[in-house]
């Protein structure tokens, strides 16, 4: 967002602007059954934190969605912004980012009959 725009407004403002933004691109972008691509870039010594990238295929291009996921589903960047930050173990973190922004945007649509399928590929 342009910082002249934002010059008057709180940072919940902001970060409410940009929810909504990441999520219109993200209703643009993604369809029902969209295969969604990860790329787990680095994991903690501990096994408890994760940098992944997610991506799909538009138009036989990548379509990275990081910032998009981060914006939406609150998740935070890494440091050199090509990835999200995702704790957890014991399980698929990628699967868990995926299913949470299936979850978020069904709900968010507030209908039964729009449910998204999403699909996860780690490569």
């Known amino acids: 967002m342009n910082t002249i725009l934002q010059e008057g407004m709180t940072k919940k403002q902001i970060k409410r602007d940009d929810y909504y933004h990441a999520k219109t691109c993200l209703d643009n972008i993604l ?3 969209q295969e969604i691509y990860c790329i ?3 994991v903690s010594q501990s096994g408890m934190t994760r940098h992944i990238s997610f991506f799909c295929i538009e138009a036989n291009m990548p379509r990275f969605l990081d910032g998009y996921i981060s914006k939406y589903l609150d998740y ?3 440091k050199y912004y090509n990835g999200l930050i995702v704790g957890g173990c014991g399980m698929d973190m990628a699967f868990s980012v995926v299913n949470h922004l299936q979850e ?3 709900h968010d649509k507030m209908t ?3 449910d998204y399928k999403f699909t996860h590929r780690i490569i």
């Open 31 to 33: 369809y029902r059954e």
């Open 76 to 78: 935070k960047m890494n």
């Open 112 to 114: 039964t009959y729009i």
């Open 104 to 106: 978020q945007m069904t």
């Open 40 to 42: 787990i870039r680095h």
